[in-house]
């Protein structure tokens, strides 16, 4: 069984319910035959590399909230997250582009350690004091934490086009699964979940999605040249 | 769109199936949107790892051919990949236990190297004069080749464990999707084809699973705690 999850680094939600998400993971009983992959979402596209502000900034310019709601808004995220095990720095966090981070995460599902690097990245953006915006050394540090090859993802930085495309398709594929906010979670391309939900609910997609599996369409199989148990079908000699 | 292929290293016909499929996917518009995943499936899983033999001996013993019909059946067999391009060695090639190949192909997998990893397999199976069998110095410089860490490939030669699981795993899911032989080919989990059927076949399955893609059904979406471009939705107070 799959599970695709969209998720932005620059999104508390995802870093909440990713969470949430594992927990219910762990605690089912096929999880040994669940393969997880993350998907690129950008929550702000248009943001440029060099655009880097506070949160709290971009929350009063970008939404017109009062800078005391968006201080609370973080407090109540910091107050979910905490629930969750998970740190949470509330105030002076910055808000960037996160597409050379969505580079980086394809760059590592190549490599085998996607997983790893996103987790990487949510800590480093949401708990530590450092910037993970337009920081080129800062990002090849945290991926090589992830287990990736220094030298690869400076490359990956240095080239613009590199991955760009699988971001963007990435997020092309969104749009048509008609996820508008993220998390967002995809399992056997058949059921899909909106939002961190509880750990409850993650539990009881998994079992929905492992319930049903149906039966494969055989699209031709007469005279199949295969392999089995008694040997290898003889070719006819065309 | 995901395309899981069920095969053996053992197995003429997926090293032929292989090269049809690829013919049908790069002419594929879709190409670049399509995954695939390499699975195992053994012919023979109960031979030991050090039961080594030709591979005309092997049939004339295990399926009662006479060693002429066996040479004619790899000539035919040699024949089938000459026209895919594939070079085969028709005459003293060996058969034995293709288990640890397999574990060394879920390391790849997880190290986004599988691909590379199965066609060196095939090739130094079917076209090199050098046995693979019951050889773990050969195998290791064949994963270098494929571009893994010779220590890793290693560690999961000496450790009898690693990766057994999965395995083993994949051969119960090839059962219980009705697979009988291989190579065995599971688009989107929706669509099988069994056999190395000719391009047309693939690209006519390619082109079904791509139009079927049908809507996700959403498990539940209200009150969603999410991201999107109107700002993160702020949490109730529990």
């Not at 594992?22 to 999880?31: G, M, Q």
């Not at 407090?75 to 740190?87: I, P, V, W």
């Not at 966090?93 to 949510?122: N, P």
């Not at 800590?123 to 934490?145: I, K, T, Y």
Request: proline share 4%.
């Amino acid at each position: 069984m799959r599970v695709e999850i969209w998720s932005d680094i620059a999104c508390p939600w995802c870093y909440v319910g990713k969470a949430r998400f594992e927990k219910a993971l762990d605690a089912f009983a096929h999880r040994d035959d669940v393969e997880v992959v993350h998907r690129s979402f950008e929550l702000d596209p248009g943001r440029a590399r060099d655009d880097v502000q506070p949160v709290l900034a971009m929350l009063t310019k970008k939404y017109g909230m009062s800078e005391a709601q968006a201080q609370a808004g973080e407090e109540n995220l910091g107050t979910q997250a905490a629930a969750e095990g998970l740190e949470y720095r509330t105030r002076d966090r910055d808000h960037g582009s996160t597409f050379d981070m969505h580079r980086l995460l394809h760059l590592a599902k190549d490599r085998g350690r996607q997983d790893e690097l996103i987790g990487v990245f949510y800590r480093a953006n949401f708990a530590e004091e450092r910037s993970v915006f337009d920081d080129d050394e800062r990002l090849v540090e945290l991926s090589v934490a992830a287990g990736l090859d220094a030298g690869e993802a400076r490359a990956v930085l240095a080239d613009p086009a590199a991955y760009a495309d699988e971001v963007r398709a990435d997020e092309r594929e969104a749009a048509e699964l008609g996820a508008n906010g993220v998390p967002f979670f995809v399992l056997d391309r058949k059921y899909g979940v909106s939002g961190a939900q509880p750990a409850e609910v993650f539990a009881q997609a998994l079992e929905q999605a492992w319930a049903a599996h149906s039966p494969l369409k055989l699209i031709q199989q007469d005279d199949a040249e295969e392999c089995g148990p008694d040997g290898c079908a003889v070719p006819q000699q065309h």
